[in-house]
């Protein structure tokens, strides 16, 4: 590989975006994306980037497995274990009484004293959204409700 090569390598590992990544290599903008998608076929090149990755997971604790148990805490995660709620609104569970597992699939908590409605509010991940991306990494073919299709494997 040549040192630009070489570059556009560890360009593409920051974002994964291949025009860009050949854009800070160095190559011409106007014809970036076509060079991108040339580079990424390069058995050479494509080698690197899987090496670089599997380091980078190996380095970091990042594996396939774990981000899909992240995303099945999102998915499958009991709002009844974080919260109450009735005629006075919700009420959250102390922060000590959650779970490593459930408080992972709370994204933000913010006091609303002073406004209203008065107290914490929480909001948690988009379950839909990870939903449909724990279904692409186990590789199913989820249909759009709207379009009555069956899912499938």
């Known amino acids: 590989m040549t040192p630009r090569q070489k570059f556009f390598v560890l360009e593409y590992l920051i974002d994964l975006d291949a025009k860009a990544a050949a854009i800070r290599a160095g190559y011409a903008p106007r014809h970036a994306r076509a060079r991108a998608a040339a580079l990424l076929r390069r058995a050479d090149i494509a080698d690197a980037i899987r090496a670089a990755m599997a380091e980078r997971a190996q380095r970091t604790g990042i594996t396939v497995e774990r981000v899909i148990e992240e995303y099945a805490r999102i998915v499958f995660a009991d709002l009844r274990l974080v919260a109450d709620w009735g005629a006075e609104g919700e009420l959250l569970a102390q922060c000590s009484e959650l779970s490593d597992e459930t408080a992972a699939t709370i994204a933000f908590v913010a006091d609303l004293t002073g406004q209203r409605p008065k107290g914490l509010s929480r909001e948690s991940f988009d379950k839909r959204k990870a939903?449909?991306?724990l279904a692409r990494l186990l590789g199913l073919?989820?249909?759009?409700?709207?379009?009555?299709?069956?899912?499938?494997?």
């Open 141 to 153: 073919n989820l249909v759009e409700p709207k379009s009555g299709a069956a899912l499938h494997a």
């Open 131 to 133: 939903l449909e991306c």
